[in-house]
Every structure is written in C-alpha cells, then in structure tokens.
C-alpha cells in the first residue's frame, strides 16, 4: 500500500486529473477507444524515454572526454606549478646570496666613502690655502701689469705721434706719387700715339733713312716693328724695392701691358728669328732688349709746345718715366 502524501490544497485541474486516474483504476478499459488512445501515448512516452536514453549517453560520452581532458590538464598544471616554485625557491636563494653581496658591498662602499671624503675635506683644505697664495700672487701681478701697461700706453702714444708724423710723411709721397702718375698717363698717351695698326710703332722719317750702331747706341731715323705673336720689347729699370729687374711691354687687345718679369724671361722662343733694315723699318722677328742701368729707348716726337724732340723711357721703382733730352 503506498503512503500518502499531504499535499495541502489540491487545485481543480490536479482534483479532476485524481479523479480520471480513479475511473480508470476501477474501470475496465479493454479494447475501448481510450484504451487505444492510452497505448498510442505510451509508445510516444516510451520512445521520448529511448530518445532521452541515447541523449543522457552521449551526454556521458563527452563528460567522460571532458574529465579525461581535464585530467591531463591537471596533469600539466601540476607540472608546470611545481616548475614554478622550483623556480621561486632557487630565486629565493639567489636573492639571498644577491642580499648578502649588495650589503657587503655597501659596506665597503660606505668605508670607501668615508675615507674618500677624508681626503676631499683634507684637499679642499689644502687647495684654499694654495688659492689664497695665488690670489696674493695674482694681486701682485695685477698690480705690476698695471705699472707695466701704463708704460706701455706712454710708449703708444709716442708711437701714434710717430705715425702720425709718418702719415703726413706718407701724404706728401702720395702727392709725390700723384705726380708721377700724371707724368706716367702723359707718358701713355705718348705712347699710345706712337703706336700703329700690327704693334709697329710710326713715326714720320725723311727720305735718307739711315741705321747706325757707334758702339754706344743703335739709332734709325726709321720704324722698328718687332713682329710675331711671342715677341716683345724689353727694358731695363729698377723695380719698387730699387732692385734692377727686366719689364717686359706687350699690347694686347688693344692696351698696353707693362709687366716685370725675370731677367732670363724672354718671352715664347722662334723657330726662324731674324733682322732686316730695308731703309724705312728695323724689322725684326725676335725679342729687343735695351739692358744696362745707363741704356734707355728713344723715341722722337713732340712736346707740350708742338715742337719735336727726343724722349727716352726710364723705368724707376717701377714707374715709367719718360724725360725729353732735346729737340730734333
């Protein structure tokens, strides 16, 4: 006999589903239409149980693979956890030994410290009292450079009257030199007018022109035309240091150039030099140079007034000068 429960109070729906269970319990239902309708439920509660069977086994299936996993998971964490505090233990004793180290390092340190310190205090000491010495030392040179630039500035002084005085000298050979470069602009405008087409120079000459050499002079009363690219005249003077030196005059595009050069400098060689007079030029295909301190170019031509007269060129201090000598 089953025991029965006290369920308190029983709804309608659960009263009357009570009451069909009765009717059935004390009822013959053989080959009735519910009968039928009962059993039909059956086999679908039978295949909902065989269907909840198979689930509830898979189900099992993938919990057992689940644990068998976790297992091995287990397994490794395990591992792995022992791993790591293997590894904080031997951290722990280096740690330790690393302690012990700093410690006793610090120590020595601190001693090294203390004993470096000594010796700073013990320098700075000694380097103030050095400072202070050469402070003094200092002062004393202070004061015997002031003595000695006071001095110095009495002598400046005499100097700067010095150049002062040396400044008007210079003034004066500045107007000097003024001079000379009139004398030398007139000097190329002589020149310029005495120079014709090709680089000859032209000069008006008589019908007897005549070449003479005494010895002493080379004269014509007739052109001289150095002809060639590579040739030029040469004269002798003294440059601005008062050395005697070699200017070589060369015309080129159109402008006299006057250029010192070296006395062994005789400009581009050629390959057939020679000299003619025909008895109205002193040709030549060669350098000319007039050398010797004593020896100097003549050239005929006209003064200020018009009238004609002989000119030479002088080269002094490096300076062309061209003086009349007389009158034709």
């Given at each position: 006999m089953k025991k029965r429960r006290n369920l308190g109070h029983l709804s309608p729906e659960l009263e009357m589903g009570a009451a069909i269970k009765r009717w059935f319990d004390t009822n013959d239902l053989s080959g009735s239409a519910i009968s039928q309708v009962f059993e039909s439920r059956l086999d679908?509660?039978?295949?909902?149980?065989?269907?909840?069977?198979?689930?509830?086994?898979?189900?099992?299936?993938?919990?057992?693979?689940?644990?068998?996993?976790?297992?091995?998971?287990?397994?490794?964490?395990?591992?792995?956890?022992?791993?790591?505090?293997?590894?904080?233990?031997?951290?722990?004793?280096?740690?330790?030994?690393?302690?012990?180290?700093?410690?006793?390092?610090?120590?020595?340190?601190?001693?090294?410290?203390?004993?470096?310190?000594?010796?700073?205090?013990?320098?700075?000491?000694?380097?103030?009292?050095s400072m202070s010495s050469s402070i003094s030392t200092i002062n004393t040179e202070v004061a015997s450079l002031s003595s000695s630039m006071s001095s110095s500035i009495s002598t400046i002084n005499t100097e700067v009257a010095s150049l002062s005085s040396s400044i008007i000298n210079t003034n004066t050979e500045v107007a000097s030199l003024s001079s000379s470069l009139a004398s030398l602009s007139q000097s190329f405008a002589l020149l310029s007018a005495s120079v014709g087409s090709g680089g000859g120079i032209n000069?008006?000459?008589?019908?007897?022109?005549?070449?003479?050499?005494?010895?002493?002079?080379?004269?014509?009363?007739?052109?001289?035309?150095?002809?060639?690219?590579?040739?030029?005249?040469?004269?002798?003077?003294?440059?601005?240091?008062?050395?005697?030196?070699?200017?070589?005059?060369?015309?080129?595009?159109?402008?006299?150039?006057?250029?010192?050069?070296?006395?062994?400098?005789?400009?581009?060689?050629?390959?057939?030099?020679?000299?003619?007079?025909?008895?109205?030029?002193?040709?030549?295909?060669?350098?000319i140079y007039v050398s010797g301190s004593n020896n100097y170019l003549f050239l005929n031509g006209t003064d200020e007034n018009g009238d004609y007269g002989i000119f030479y060129f002088d080269i002094v201090s490096g300076s062309i000068m061209i003086h009349q000598t007389g009158s034709v």
């Open positions: 679908d509660v039978e295949d909902s149980q065989t269907t909840l069977a198979d689930s509830l086994a898979d189900e099992i299936i993938r919990a057992k693979a689940a644990e068998s996993v976790l297992t091995s998971n287990h397994a490794t964490l395990s591992s792995s956890v022992s791993t790591v505090v293997d590894d904080l233990a031997s951290l722990s004793s280096s740690m330790s030994s690393s302690i012990v180290t700093i410690n006793t390092d610090i120590t020595s340190l601190s001693s090294s410290m203390s004993s470096s310190i000594s010796t700073i205090n013990t320098e700075v000491a000694s380097l103030s009292s000069v008006e000459i008589d019908e007897d022109a005549e070449l003479i050499f005494n010895g002493d002079t080379l004269m014509t009363n007739a052109d001289v035309y150095i002809s060639g690219s590579g040739n030029n005249l040469y004269l002798h003077g003294t440059n601005f240091y008062g050395q005697p030196t070699k200017y070589e005059f060369s015309v080129v595009s159109g402008s006299m150039f006057i250029e010192e050069v070296a006395p062994t400098d005789f400009g581009e060689e050629v390959s057939d030099p020679w000299f003619k007079f025909d008895g109205d030029t002193l040709l030549t295909h060669a350098d």
